[in-house]
């Protein structure tokens, strides 16, 4: 290839994953209030107390204020002009297998390189499909089944492993616990359901891909891995959607229970849509993560890449309870135009012998602002506990602003606690030194960013550190020069 | 008791009276300011590790009689700065008999505001309140709206005063709870060099004062000051104190800060960039013990380019007292070129104690070079079993680690009398902490 080609190449490239597909939708009217809720829950076919649950989070939401404590100024969402479900249209009660969703959706996915039938050059990696409001197919189910494994949409998990889902579902997050996370509890349509039996080590990775389509709704989707004792599970998760020009609301709750001597490693590349050049439409983004340690010598371990989404606003945290037990969290988020990031972790300390480490990298290009707002706390019991904190910011352009806001509270003398965080712009020896060399400027940034997101991409499955390379590239599009 | 809001209707009630400085510009824009200012709760941000409502439920608001104070005491506190200019204020009312600073007074640097020249008021009017923005200092806005004297500290142009300039406030036991406000501003003209010690003390116990103060600092271009500050009062007084500094270009500001924790010790140290390379360096130590509460609020506005900051702060917290620290480094889009760096290192010594640190870098340019680094910990092993292993007892290898770790910052002070009186005061405070008696009875 030409070296004019491959700069055309460069700057064609931009959101890809930014088409609409057709496909006819069943899509609840905008607006929100019990009723809705009731029919949310009607078309999962629940059993009650799910209803009443839904009910009693819904009326605990509007008790409650919009959090406006972050770093992102952003236009109102007006919570009546969404609407709360959407999905594919199909000709019967659902689809049963793969076989059966419209072709027009697999084709969607197949676009998008997320394998759903099992064969694909990802085999190997089960994987859940939302698509709007429902779950529309999950690949494996018969060999995780073989391992004992329960992996399904959280609609199914309801009806079929009821005890399961009453016994966790709520327990790390509660209803009540944010604004955005009592708006899920209410609504939630979909999502995946992990259960992971004792000593068992999952014998694939899982993966869940979200996908928004239609226009003007909401994605709430809960997800709930519980590792039960002596377990080991990798999950992958993976968002796209469309190119629009309206604001799109994305509120999921995550919730992981790591139980004794369990591990759960969590692996995020966020990529919703971040709205145009002149920060035109994009998803906003404000989830709620937290995993509970509640066993000894339980782990688990949060990834992100989080380079999409016009707002993003997400704290996934780990809460260490049982004794000796180990949290992590690696981020990366890149900000360009005019998104904006607030992004960062919360490591609670309750138990003896815990250890946290945190390993933020955020880089700001455009207009964007990119804040890393981090709680590490050490409870007054939690002997021995030990926080290491890392916290770099990389800056691109001179409009952009990147911010550190960690609060850090021990109540433990035990404690070692240490936070380190530095801001710089792409070093211009580092980039002269590559121009030397015949590498010219774009591709020279998009090294040394690679370079200095290297601790948290090693951090990734492999399939998912290529594409998150290649996601900065194109989300860096236009940065320098 | 009395409710926070009858607390302030009161303390507006108070301000709103005559003032006898009718020339003054400040006070009616503070009322102002406090009037709409809401005073902090558990929910202002800002205020968030520390509680202030048992503060406005005590009814202080009158202003701390002048008591006849113990004058052999009083001087007792006092470093051996023999040339130094003294001014000594007790209970925020200037005491003649205990200072001494008839010199610079003669000569227009020391005035107080009530004795003022015209080209002083004009002076005092023109740099009062432009370091300080009293909508987001409450208790400043309030200090400043009760505007009844205060000091100005006037460098002139292009000279190097001598002799440091000392500044005494000191409490004295009362017998019932009362406030006592004071100020001092300082204004260095261009060129003009200057050493200011200011040391908050106290004589008696039961210090039943609040102590409201405010520094405020404006250095004109390629002015240098030394700043040495104590804050070494009796514990159960309550005190709150807001520091100023604007810095324009070139000048250079550099702060050695002691502070002892108290019922209630509350330091906002705040620092505007309004110059190009302007430099400031900030060390400090805060210590608390018993019940003690500390809290300390940098606010670094970086807002012009070329200009660096550096910051560093320990902590020493045992017991059950609680120590905060909140360093913040602000860089404005147009302050390219900023190197800040800050910094903060603290003991944890006792199960009971607590230590909030929040380090924050807030950036909206992209040349620069920020860091912030923060570490709560305990004495080394390492270092514990070097000093065992040479024969030295477990309690005095741990209490000398201690003194090793707050001395890094006495041993910073540029001024040797200075030095021996932190070691002085540093030496009653660790006195009854458990760790360190051992090593200090010897």
């Known amino acids: 290839m030409s070296k004019g080609n491959e700069i055309d190449d460069l700057i064609s490239r931009e959101y890809e994953a930014g088409f609409v597909t057709q496909v006819e939708s069943d899509t609840l009217p905008p607006g929100l209030n019990e009723e809705v809720i009731r029919i949310i829950s009607g078309k999962k076919n629940e059993p009650e107390w799910m209803l009443e649950w839904r009910l009693e989070a819904y009326r605990k939401w509007q008790q409650m204020d919009i959090p406006r404590w972050a770093q992102m100024p952003h236009p109102e969402v007006d919570f009546n002009a969404i609407s709360y479900y959407s999905s594919p249209k199909s000709k019967k009660n659902g689809p049963k297998s793969l076989d059966e969703v419209d072709p027009e959706v697999l084709a969607t996915f197949e676009k998008l390189g997320i394998p759903l039938h099992e064969r694909g050059k990802l085999a190997g990696v089960a994987v859940d499909a939302v698509f709007d409001s429902v779950s529309i197919g999950t690949t494996y189910k018969e060999e995780l089944a073989k391992a004992g494994v329960i992996f399904c949409p959280i609609s199914e998990a309801i009806k079929d492993h009821p005890e399961l889902v009453r016994k966790y579902l709520g327990s790390v997050v509660p209803q009540q616990d944010n604004f955005y996370a009592a708006l899920n509890s209410a609504v939630f349509s979909d999502g995946s359901f992990v259960y992971i039996p004792k000593n068992t080590r999952c014998p694939m990775e899982l993966s869940t891909y979200f996908r928004i389509n239609e226009l003007n709704t909401g994605q709430f989707e809960r997800t709930l891995i519980v590792a039960d004792e002596g377990s080991h599970v990798s999950y992958l998760e993976g968002c796209t959607a469309p190119m629009r020009d309206e604001n799109q609301l994305h509120a999921a709750v995550v919730e992981l229970v790591a139980l004794g001597d369990a591990q759960i490693k969590y692996s995020t590349v966020q990529n919703w849509y971040p709205g145009d050049a002149n920060g035109k439409g994009g998803i906003y983004n404000f989830v709620t993560k937290r995993g509970l340690c509640a066993g000894v010598n339980s782990k688990i371990s949060w990834t992100q890449v989080e380079t999409g989404s016009a707002i993003t606003w997400k704290y996934p945290s780990v809460v260490l309870r049982g004794d000796n037990s180990v949290g992590e969290f690696y981020s990366v988020a890149l900000t360009n135009n005019f998104q904006q990031a607030d992004t960062g972790t919360k490591m609670i300390h309750l138990g003896k012998n815990t250890k946290s480490t945190i390993v933020s990298k955020g880089i700001s290009a455009g207009r964007s602002q990119n804040s890393y707002r981090g709680l590490v706390r050490i409870s007054p019991r939690a002997d021995n506990a030990r926080n290491h904190t890392q916290c770099d910011s990389l800056l691109i352009g001179d409009r952009c602003g990147a911010h550190t806001f960690p609060y850090i509270e021990a109540k433990n003398s035990d404690s070692i606690i240490e936070h380190e965080a530095t801001t710089s712009k792409v070093s211009d020896d580092q980039l002269f030194l590559c121009r030397q060399r015949g590498i010219d400027e774009e591709k020279a940034v998009s090294m040394i960013v690679n370079g200095f997101c290297k601790e948290v991409f090693k951090e990734l499955p492999m399939e998912f550190a290529v594409e998150a390379g290649k996601l900065l590239e194109v989300s860096l599009e236009g940065a320098v020069g | ?442």
């Open chain 2, 1 to 442: 008791m009395i409710s926070p809001n009858d607390w302030k209707q009161q303390a507006q009630a108070q301000t709103g009276q005559e003032h006898s400085l009718h020339w003054l510009l400040q006070p009616a824009i503070a009322q102002a300011a406090f009037r709409a200012a809401e005073l902090p709760t558990r929910k202002t941000e800002r205020w968030k590790y520390t509680p202030v409502t048992a503060l406005l439920q005590q009814d202080f608001l009158q202003p701390a009689a002048v008591d006849s104070i113990d004058e052999a005491r009083a001087r007792d506190c006092f470093a051996d700065l023999p040339n130094a200019s003294r001014i000594v204020l007790v209970n925020g009312q200037l005491n003649r008999a205990l200072s001494d600073f008839s010199d610079l007074e003669n000569q227009g640097v020391i005035t107080l505001f009530s004795s003022a020249s015209p080209e002083q008021r004009e002076l005092i009017n023109m740099h009062l309140g432009t370091a300080l923005n009293p909508d987001k200092h409450p208790f400043a806005a309030l200090n400043y709206s009760n505007l009844q004297d205060g000091l100005l500290l006037h460098a002139p142009a292009l000279q190097k005063l001598a002799q440091p300039v000392y500044v005494v406030y000191l409490g004295s036991a009362l017998a019932t709870p009362a406030w006592a406000q004071t100020r001092l501003l300082v204004v260095a003209e261009p060129g003009a060099e200057l050493q200011l010690i200011e040391q908050f003390d106290s004589v008696g116990e039961q210090n039943n004062l609040f102590h409201n103060h405010v520094t405020e600092i404006v250095l004109q271009p390629n002015a240098r000051l030394q700043h040495i500050r104590l804050q070494v009062e009796q514990e159960a007084l309550r005190h709150i104190n807001g520091l100023h500094v604007k810095l324009t270009r070139d000048s250079h500001y550099e702060q050695h800060g002691i502070a002892f924790g108290s019922q209630l010790k509350r330091n906002d140290i705040n620092v505007n960039f309004a110059g190009e390379n302007a430099a400031c360096v900030l060390n400090g130590v805060f210590l608390s013990k018993h019940r003690q509460h500390i809290d300390n609020h940098l606010n670094l506005e970086h807002a012009t380019p070329l200009c660096t900051s550096n910051t560093a702060f320990k902590g020493f917290v045992t017991d059950e007292s609680r120590a905060i620290f909140n360093g913040r480094i602000h860089i404005h889009p147009q302050a390219q070129k900023t190197e800040a760096h800050l910094n903060n290192r603290n003991l944890l010594l006792s199960k009971k104690a607590e230590l909030d640190t929040k380090p924050e870098l807030e950036i909206y340019a992209d040349d620069v070079k920020c860091s912030h680094g923060a570490s709560i910990g305990q004495l080394d092993e390492k270092s514990l079993f070097y000093f065992q292993s040479r024969g030295i007892d477990k309690a005095s290898a741990e209490a000398m680690l201690c003194l090793g770790f707050v001395n890094e910052k006495v041993e910073q002070i540029p001024s040797e009398p200075m030095q021996l009186l932190a070691q002085h005061k540093l030496g009653q405070f660790f006195n009854d902490v458990e760790k360190l008696k051992t090593l200090w009875s010897l």
